[in-house]
DNA sequence: TGAAAATAATTAACATTGTTAATTATTTAT
DNA sequence: ATAAATAATTAACAATGTTAATTATTTTCA
């Protein structure tokens, strides 16, 4: 029976929908069965036909906040030039998405996952090299960085963000926005040139 | 009375000894305030007579706990060349002891902070810096490194370090200690050349 | 030294959390 | 339309942090 399949999507869509209004606006200190399902609109233990637990339901919003961060960041470096030029420009409206929502960078890189999450992990490690991956090949179809470092500066542009992003949102370093916002710049211009 | 404040704070050493030792066994996630006073001896309730909550108790370990680590990581480098070889034996060795004890990276870097922590996490954010600061003084005063770089090359390594043990420890990637370590190993020749 | 006052420690209690079991409501099949 | 199946809800439990009420202990000083 299809119907049972579409209906049960839908609800779950419902609840999913409700744990990213939540993670978007109050963060995840805000998330909760009880939260979720009233947001939702069903009672807390509804959830529990559609998600074995809160976990599997949280972690079910990665592939949703990627895909919206891709738009977000696709249409903010539209006008950079390949290359290098919009890898730097990658790097910043990836880190600006995840000031704007800090919820999201908690659920993305903080919040511990339970078995069984393995794939939704590998798409949160890929995820930087996802954005940039053209740019990367085009770098590297031009000669235009040495093609033994890529994978190596990859890396450290990964590490680097997440490093940055924790010390400002979880470890109030430094105290303003400016600051880092700066301090990124000086960063992405000495990884990449 | 100066008797009072002895006592006091012998009582406060045993609740922040248990607390200790539950985080470099059992981690963050067996804090709570009832493990805490079994582990030290008392009813959970005592605790609240020597610490506002528990997330003061909590962070008020990261002093000692940074101690023990700078004794170790200055043990372990000793034999090394002073600079930027030294440097790098530091940088391996704090990985490897937070490595060793996760609870401990989770205290420093993702536990949320209450209000009035500011100190505490003024520490912490300066932890590695200080680690180095002798190697890289010596650096600079050789001219060995470009004086002007030092600053970002310093921050660099720090975002680096933390966002590497985040994904590590907490997004499983790599997934083995040894693939981890010589990933390490190449990010450091990278930045420190 | 022994009763009164001060201090320390404990138990009781509350609200909140995730989760499961028991129960009620609703939909489906015949 | 009634029986069976499915979905949703309420009740309940154990664990959490925290505060209030109560009990035990130590200190003071006559």
Redesign the interface.
């Known amino acids: 029976m299809k119907n049972k399949q579409i209906q049960e999507q839908r609800i779950k869509g419902y609840f999913i929908q409700a744990t990213k209004d939540i993670l978007k606006g109050e963060g995840l ?1 805000s998330i909760s069965v009880r939260n979720i399902a009233d947001q939702a609109g069903y009672s807390y233990a509804t959830l529990y036909n559609y998600f074995s637990d809160v976990n599997e339901l949280v972690f079910e919003c990665v592939k949703d906040f990627q895909q919206e961060c891709e738009t977000i960041i696709q249409q903010e470096v539209i006008n950079e030039a390949q290359g290098i030029d919009r890898i730097k420009a990658i790097s910043r409206a990836y880190v600006k998405y995840f000031v704007q929502y800090p919820g999201i960078f908690e659920l993305f ?2 919040e ?1 996952p339970a078995k069984g999450q ?1 794939e939704t ?1 590998q798409l ?2 890929t995820f930087f090299d996802r954005l940039c991956l053209a740019d990367w090949q085009y770098c590297i179809s031009k000669t235009m960085v040495p093609l033994r ?1 890529v994978e ?2 990859k ?2 542009l ?7 992003m ?2 400002y949102l ?4 430094p105290i303003d926005y400016a600051a880092m916002l700066q ?1 990124l710049d ?2 992405l211009l ?2 990449l040139s």
Request: glycine share 4%; hydrophobic share 40%.
């Open positions: 200190k890189f903080l511990k393995e992990l949160i490690n470092s190596v500066v890396q450290q990964n590490y680097m963000l997440t490093g940055m924790l010390f979880n470890r109030r370093h301090n000086v960063q000495h990884i």
